[in-house]
């Protein structure tokens, strides 16, 4: 399959962390955009933070910023969400994406050629 598979989610309080991770095939994954993102029923989907596996820059969205961070495992072609101090503003379907169609990675591209099936995050 060419989709990346998210894992990691799950139910904690408020101030609590949890760690997502996207998993993506490894010919996808190298020197590719990889994104996370979030949406709850009735709103738009919105990016959380994304990261470029050939260099490692990052970039996350206002949000996410001082408490997330995102990072990349290149042995296991995988990109990690680290999440810190979690409101339950927080709560959504989180999704990863690989490889932006127009090349640009950043968490307002929204035009991405693989999307995971997502992982449920509830901050209670």
């Known amino acids: 399959h060419v989709q990346p598979v998210e894992s990691g989610g799950g139910s904690v309080q408020a101030g609590g962390s949890l760690s997502l991770s996207c998993l993506a095939p490894i010919h996808i994954y190298r020197s590719n955009c990889v994104g996370w993102f979030r949406q709850t029923p009735g709103k738009k989907r919105e990016g959380v933070a994304a990261?470029?596996?050939?260099?490692?820059?990052?970039v996350y969205a206002d949000s996410a910023k001082g408490r997330f961070t995102i990072s990349q495992d290149n042995a296991k072609s995988t990109v990690n969400l680290q999440m810190n101090s979690l409101e339950p503003e927080d709560t959504a379907m989180y999704y990863c994406a690989t490889d932006p169609s127009g090349g640009v990675c950043s968490v307002r591209t929204t035009d991405w050629n693989y999307w995971g099936q997502g992982t449920q995050v509830t901050v209670s």
């Open positions: 990261i470029y596996t050939g260099g490692g820059s990052t």
